[in-house]
């Protein structure tokens, strides 16, 4: 069997990364695995969220992927909050990991910064949450960006101590899958630092919701350099910006870095930026339209997620059953998910 779990956080602004390293992924993976596409407002709260603003936020996501093409009918899309096997689990995972591989998580260095103590304990026990969603349905592939590797790995590290303390063949060792051209797309002012959905600068970022004419300011604005378009992809080395902006470009047309720079070579940036914002508003504008017309009607949209909810319990019930029952816990085959 072939599972699939991934899951984007309803934080800040949904943007052209979580698109080209996420969920254009999920949609193109739908045919060849059973999938579940999660909300994780768990995973949200590790920082400080506004409730109405994440309200907001969790359908918009929700919006985001069906609009993207993922499919609720034939796979699971739904809110973590929902289900209680993530937090439960969660539980009994903290107790597996151990604070020696949680100190080297680096997310969680950059995100807590210089005022540690003051970090919430969920945002550090944050990783055994995730390991969590991923370990209650047995999940055997997650697609995420580059910046999730490290979490993946401490999954396969809890699952593997928690098989070996218990002496069972309980969990398999998911595997990450990072793939398409655009696995880390960098924000738009500066070529070495990652897009994001909490930088202060929303000209670092094309949102999702961004109309045309946002989208062209921001890559008219968009940092480059004065060099002239290479011929080849060795050409960009020491070119962040340039690097970026062509793999974007790659990204959206569905085409190799080599075929992006051999179509521009030797151009200028202005000409490029032109076409790259006519491609953007081309592949983009549908989606947010459609985002649109789905958050316009959030009873609608409570409705996909519940009944999402609802299925994502009957694969979660049984594998925490098992887990009860190893742990020695007395209501084992009772539990409920
Ligand atoms: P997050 O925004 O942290 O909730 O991430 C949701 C998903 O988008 C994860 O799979 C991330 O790896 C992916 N992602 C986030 N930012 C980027 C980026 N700049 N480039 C590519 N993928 C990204
Ligand atoms: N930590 C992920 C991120 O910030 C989101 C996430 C939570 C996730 N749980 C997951 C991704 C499980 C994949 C699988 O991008």
Redesign the pocket.
């Known amino acids: 069997m072939r599972r699939i779990?991934?899951?984007?956080?309803p934080t800040g602004h949904l943007h052209l990364g979580n698109y080209l390293g996420?969920i254009r992924n999920w949609v193109r993976l739908q045919d060849d695995f059973e999938c579940l596409f999660?909300v994780?407002d768990l995973?949200a709260i590790t920082v400080w969220q506004d409730p109405a603003e994440l309200r907001a936020n969790t359908r918009r996501i929700a919006a985001a992927m069906l609009a993207a093409g993922v499919d609720a009918g034939k796979h699971i899309v739904f809110v973590?909050s929902q289900v209680a096997a993530h937090a439960q689990l969660a539980w009994i995972l903290n107790c597996v990991a151990r604070l020696g591989w949680l100190n080297r998580m680096t997310?969680f260095k950059e995100k807590a910064g210089k005022h540690r103590e003051n970090a919430s304990v969920g945002l550090y026990a944050?990783?055994n949450?995730?390991a969590a969603?991923?370990l209650a349905y047995k999940?055997t592939h997650?697609?995420?960006?580059e910046?999730?590797k490290q979490?993946?790995e401490l999954?396969r590290d809890i699952a593997q101590k928690f098989n070996a303390d218990y002496g069972v063949a309980l969990f398999p060792l998911p595997e990450p899958l990072i793939f398409g051209p655009a696995t880390r797309v960098m924000s738009l002012r500066d070529g070495k630092a990652k897009m994001s959905k909490s930088d202060a600068s929303d000209y670092s970022r094309i949102n999702m919701t961004d109309d045309a004419d946002a989208i062209r300011r921001k890559i008219q604005k968009a940092t480059s350099d004065p060099g002239m378009l290479p011929e080849t992809p060795s050409g960009l080395e020491e070119r962040p910006e340039a690097a970026n902006l062509l793999g974007i470009y790659a990204a959206l047309a569905d085409e190799t870095l080599e075929q992006t720079c051999g179509r521009f070579a030797g151009g200028m940036f202005s000409s490029f930026k032109r076409e790259l914002a006519d491609l953007a508003v081309a592949r983009l504008g549908p989606i947010t339209s459609e985002m649109r017309r789905l958050e316009a009607d959030p009873a609608h949209l409570d409705a996909v997620l519940a009944d999402g909810a609802g299925r994502a319990r009957t694969v979660a019930e049984p594998v925490l059953r098992e887990v009860f029952e190893v742990v020695g816990f007395l209501s084992a085959g009772h539990y409920r998910a």
Do not use: E, N
């Open positions: 779990f991934s899951g984007i956080q996420a999660c994780v995973h973590q997310q944050y990783p949450l995730m969603d991923i999940a997650v697609p995420v960006g910046d999730q979490h993946l999954t």
